[in-house]
């Protein structure tokens, strides 16, 4: 099970952390990523970390602006958003991967979804 939270209302260029709480057969999970849907758009790729968090990937429009971290002892992804954007805005999904992924993996990778944290940012 994977239980997502932290989403909120932000003004342009500021930060937000949301977090992901990994619990039962996510335990078991490789690779962990965040993915986003925006309204009329489709579920895209945002971040990706290994099991060790060490190894991990960003999408393009989020590169630089964005961290993907896991704290392996309490079981909780996280996603640092720095200088968030209008276009930032989006429901944010964790997922977890049961293999190794060194880039954002596509939709049809991910084996366990979280509910889902709406980001809105003006």
């Known amino acids: 099970q994977l239980v997502a939270s932290g989403g909120d209302s932000v003004q342009a260029g500021g930060s937000l952390r949301i977090s992901c709480k990994v619990s039962?057969?996510?335990?078991?999970?490789?690779?962990m990523a965040w993915f986003r849907q925006a309204p009329g758009k489709e579920r895209e790729g945002v971040a990706v970390?290994?099991?060790?968090?060490?190894?991990?990937s960003y999408a393009d429009p989020v590169k630089g602006r964005f961290t993907i971290s896991r704290d392996s002892a309490k079981n909780i992804l996280y996603l640092q958003m720095n200088a968030l954007k209008p276009e930032d805005t989006a429901m944010y999904y964790c997922?977890?991967?049961?293999?190794?992924?060194?880039?954002?993996?596509?939709?049809?990778?991910?084996?366990?979804w979280g509910q889902g944290t709406q980001v809105t940012v003006s």
């Open positions: 039962g057969d996510g335990h078991n999970t490789n690779s």
């Open positions: 970390s290994d099991r060790s968090g060490k190894g991990t």
């Open positions: 997922a977890a991967i049961p293999y190794s992924c060194s880039r954002v993996p596509p939709l049809g990778a991910v084996q366990y």
